[in-house]
Nanobody, 127 residues
Framework: VQLVESGGGLVQPGGSLRLSCAAS????????IGWFRQVPGKEREGVSC????????FYANSVKGRFTVSRDNTKNTAYLQMNNLKPEDMAVYYC?????????????????????WGQGTQVTVSS
């Protein structure tokens, strides 16, 4: 199982980035993808989640209306479009899935349900 995030970088406040999560080693189209972020010294937090079919989607309140999660099952890739970025969005962003996810993996969206993780990509929001 491999999850590889990309698309992070440095952006000014108000700017946009699109993160990608490329998956391999499992039947991608059957699994939900969660997006998480972590700031040094703080716990990892859930940002967004999309189920296998794209029907059930979750956003943390802090990103609702600014971030959009999507997936392309033909490319085994999930995306997190991040608009109107704020300094408080600065973190390492991770995508994840797991072999123990239940039928409703995004509702509720529980970090400990996810046990396959990517290496993370840094998002820096600064002027």
């Amino acid at each position: 199982v491999q999850l590889v995030e990309s698309g992070g970088g440095l952006v000014q406040p108000g700017g946009s980035l699109r993160l990608s999560c490329a998956a391999s080693g499992f039947t991608y189209e059957h699994y939900a993808i969660g997006w998480f972020r972590q700031v040094p010294g703080k716990e990892r937090e859930g940002v967004s989640c999309i189920d296998a079919d794209g029907d059930d989607i979750f956003y943390a309140n802090s990103v609702k209306g600014r971030f959009t999660v999507s997936r392309d099952n033909t490319k085994n890739t999930a995306y997190l479009q991040m608009n109107n970025l704020k300094p408080e969005d600065m973190a390492v962003y991770y995508c994840a899935t797991g072999d123990g996810l239940g039928p409703f993996p995004c509702s509720p969206f529980v970090l400990t349900d996810f046990n396959w993780w990517g290496q993370g990509t840094q998002v820096t929001v600064s002027s």
